[in-house]
């Protein structure tokens, strides 16, 4: 199954695209994994794109379609996968339709959208505290750790990352609903689109995800 994961910061694609990768047995592909490798390894394209990510924005369309591009004709990926992060923007959506059909004559089956409203987004984000020594993560409100500002595993000093802060979250938001929000559109108008509600505790997330993901798993099995 060739699917995407769409839905706010702060939705929990994260976590969901690996269960539901799990289940249907097929590579979980993550922008943020390949963003972060290119980072860490310190490339051209890594620092540029980091840039871009500190002040909340998004990656220009050619430095990410270049690195998601790479990654989807390895051979893991021909049978199925399940896309996180990518595409955010229209012109992405066509991309990635070109690149599937020219690699492997194949098309996207479905498109996930996790629905959670913007309160709720900032309320999960804003709360989180990363550890500096095992880069764990922390929430205020939903996991506190045993002494605040310090993690419990390894006593290492927690921070609040860039990318949570209140106002970085605030701009990633209207961000979204700008250039995010019109590939919903485009991919309810080809039948392709699931929406679920992605509020609750995780493992009814991704019951509810997997239900709405049978019929259209049922229709690639009758192919
Ligand atoms: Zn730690």
């Not at 998601?68 to 996968?81: E, N, S, T, W």
């Not at 309160?119 to 880069?135: A, F, K, P, Q, Y």
């Not at 927690?158 to 605030?170: I, P, S, W």
């Amino acid at each position: 199954m060739r699917l995407v994961l769409v839905g706010p910061p702060g939705a929990g694609k994260g976590t969901q695209a690996q269960f539901i990768a799990e289940h249907l047995q097929v590579p979980k592909i993550s922008t943020g994994d390949i963003f972060r490798a290119n980072v860490s390894e310190g490339t051209a394209l890594g620092v540029a794109a980091k840039a871009f990510m500190d002040r909340g924005d998004l990656v220009p369309d050619d430095v990410t379609v270049d690195m998601v591009r790479d990654r989807l004709v390895q051979d893991d990926a021909l049978g199925g996968f399940l896309l996180d992060g990518f595409p955010r923007t229209v012109p992405q959506a066509q991309t990635l339709d070109d690149v599937l059909r020219d690699s492997a004559d194949a098309a996207l089956d479905v498109v996930l959208e996790l629905v959670v409203d913007d309160d709720e987004v900032i309320r999960r984000l804003s709360g989180r505290r990363t550890c500096r020594t095992c880069n764990h993560i922390w929430h205020v409100d939903f996991d506190p750790p045993e002494v605040e500002g310090v993690c419990d595993r390894d006593r290492g000093e927690l921070y609040q990352r860039e990318d949570d802060k209140a106002e970085t979250v605030a701009n990633r938001l209207s961000v979204y609903a700008e250039q995010t929000s019109p590939l919903v559109s485009f991919y309810a108008e080809r039948g392709l689109l699931v929406g679920i509600d992605a509020t609750g505790p995780v493992d009814d997330i991704t019951a509810r995800a997997l239900g709405a993901l049978r019929p259209f798993a049922a229709a690639r099995t009758g192919e």
